[in-house]
């Protein structure tokens, strides 16, 4: 059956890989399954016919037959759970595989959202200043438990799993603030993820529509 994900049709970013299609780009391509991609420009984001596949107006979806999904959490979750290779096989650790997905989308993500609004939608602000430094310091607090909690293994349990799909897409969107590079071990963790051949065939298919040939 064929796999329709939708993505930007231009990427604020201009294809660093920041923006959501990507995570679910890379979980298709672990579990080695071919997809399409359907280009959305952001005025077709809010049209009925988008709105019909993503109550919020946004981007990715991801379509399999009957089946529409938006929610990149439940994407890749679902993706893991029919297809081999991001989920461990063991009850207990395919468990906390999915707890490690949960951590990245509710512990370590909104602080990190927060943290990019703070530098950029409110960099003109007369506050702007003292609030920065706030924002920063409860990032780089959850940095701190998550790179004590990793130490110097790989991958958060055991073998690279959806969780740490996740943990690393997350954490990639920190990459402009400079704040990873404080925790080398972190840095390395996503440098990690960033090396495995799936992960770059996803950047390099959004990238290429983006930047260009
Ligand atoms: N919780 C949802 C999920 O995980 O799927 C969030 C989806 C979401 O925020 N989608 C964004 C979107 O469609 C694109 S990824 N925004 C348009 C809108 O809301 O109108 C967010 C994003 C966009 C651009 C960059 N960038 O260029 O650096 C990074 C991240």
Known sequence: ?????????????GGKGLARDTRVRWALEEAGLPYEVHLVSFGAMKEPAHLAIHPFGQIPTYEEGDLVLFETGAIVFHIAERYAGLLPKDANARARAITWMFAALNT?????????????QESDKSWSKERLPLVEDRVRNRL???S????????????FSAGDLMMVSVLLRLK???????FPS???????GEARPAY?????????INIGP
């Open 186 to 192: 972190l840095s390395s963790y996503v440098a990690r």
């Open 108 to 120: 370590m993500e909104p602080p990190i959202l927060d943290l990019g609004i703070a530098r950029i």
């Open 176 to 182: 402009p603030s400079g704040l990873l590079n404080e």
């Open 200 to 208: 770059k065939r996803a950047f390099d298919a959004q990238a290429a």
């Open 1 to 13: 059956m064929t796999i329709t994900i939708t993505a930007f049709e231009r990427s604020p970013d």
């Open 148 to 159: 004590n909690r990793l130490g110097d293994v790989d991958w958060l349990d055991g073998g």
């Open 144 to 146: 701190h438990q998550l």
